[in-house]
């Protein structure tokens, strides 16, 4: 029996299927077979009227440019927006886009969508159709140019280890000149007010920044052949550890507070807790924000001192760097 999900894609209309005038088009020109290739004719004449204008560059998502070569374009550079999914094939598919001829800016849904989770919660905003999660650290771990590396450090969309739809992530037998970039979006359907906006960009934004102009010592050279799993042993995941330490470190006594100084609503992480020997630890993604916790069901709040944990409690919650604003509450089970 047909359930509310059920979608009949034969009902699906295609970019200007429709279209009485696109439909007399391909009918009329020789050259012209159907829908596809009206696009890649839409895209070059788009590329005449952008060189035209004196614009020497034509962006645009690999969507529209699968069938197409940068040197088929009128400008004189040519880019794409690649958003494959690493987990996925993206790991192979980056690499092809230069050697077509495309400046290729790595802008992969599994680590630079911002409008995804940042952490699996279901009190958190965010869609997971690429990923359940994406915070901070997980940005800062990425490896944009050998993206195979990330099979190593990081997980799929279910939690598990990234293996390529079935194999290891290995790096492909490619020649490597370099991406132009890396890019992340954050796609607003979803967003209502600018605190929204703030909270799903800030603080991934700056460790987006820190990946984009800095390669640290943890990145590997894209060397073909290469597997990359998470006990292959050839990142170094403690100075990747370390690395993300000193990041972190960073943010909560310095970056933060200038995020706050600024007037932007940066989302304030969730604490984390755990027992120990009869004592309630509480810690922060990023050291130096103030915790509380409370003991009557919310109603009322007490500074966490780490010298002196408390025996146990209902919620617990951390403060902004300046103090005035409350990340989300959640419960000590």
């Given at each position: 029996t047909p359930w509310k999900g059920d979608i009949d894609q034969s009902q699906f209309d295609f970019p200007w299927e429709q279209s009485p005038s696109c439909q007399a088009l391909i009918a009329s020109d020789p050259n012209l077979n159907n829908l596809n290739d009206l696009t890649e004719r839409f895209v070059v004449r788009l590329s005449e009227i952008v060189n035209n204008a004196g614009i020497p560059a034509l962006y645009a998502y690999q969507d529209i440019l699968r069938t197409l070569n940068g040197n088929q374009l009128a400008t004189q550079r040519a880019g794409v927006g690649f958003w494959e999914m690493v987990w996925d094939q993206g790991y192979r598919n980056a690499y092809d886009w230069p050697d077509?001829?495309?400046?290729?800016?790595?802008?992969?849904?599994?680590?630079?969508?911002?409008?995804?989770?940042?952490?699996?919660?279901?009190?958190?905003?965010?869609?997971?159709?690429?990923?359940?999660f994406t915070d901070t650290q997980k940005v800062f771990s990425f490896a944009p140019e050998n993206l195979a590396q990330n099979g190593t450090t990081s997980v799929n969309r279910e939690g598990g280890s990234i293996d390529g739809s079935g194999n290891p992530l290995?790096?492909?037998d490619v020649n490597y000149t370099g991406f132009a970039g890396m890019q992340g979006q954050l796609w607003s359907e979803t967003i209502r007010t600018s605190e929204q906006f703030d909270s799903m960009t800030f603080p991934r934004l700056l460790a987006l920044a820190e990946r984009a102009w800095f390669r640290a010592p943890w990145e590997q050279d894209v060397t073909p052949g290469t597997t990359y799993t998470p006990t292959s042993g050839n990142v170094d995941t403690g100075a990747l550890a370390a690395d993300w330490n000193r990041f972190a470190n960073a943010l909560g006594q310095k970056e933060l507070a200038k995020l706050d100084a600024a007037g932007v609503q940066y989302r304030i992480p969730t604490v984390g807790a755990k027992g120990i020997g009869g004592e309630l630890i509480l810690n922060t993604p990023y050291p130096g924000l103030a915790i509380e916790y409370s003991i009557d069901?919310?109603?009322?709040?007490?500074?966490?001192?780490?010298?002196?944990?408390?025996?146990?409690?209902?919620?617990?919650?951390?403060?902004s760097a300046n103090g005035a604003r409350v990340g989300r509450a959640t419960p000590v089970d």
């Open positions: 077509r001829g495309f400046e290729t800016v790595i802008a992969v849904p599994d680590f630079l969508y911002f409008d995804f989770p940042q952490e699996i919660d279901p009190k958190e905003r965010g869609y997971y159709w690429a990923t359940r290995t790096t492909p069901g919310g109603a009322s709040y007490i500074p966490y001192d780490a010298q002196n944990p408390p025996a146990g409690a209902d919620f617990v919650r951390a403060r």
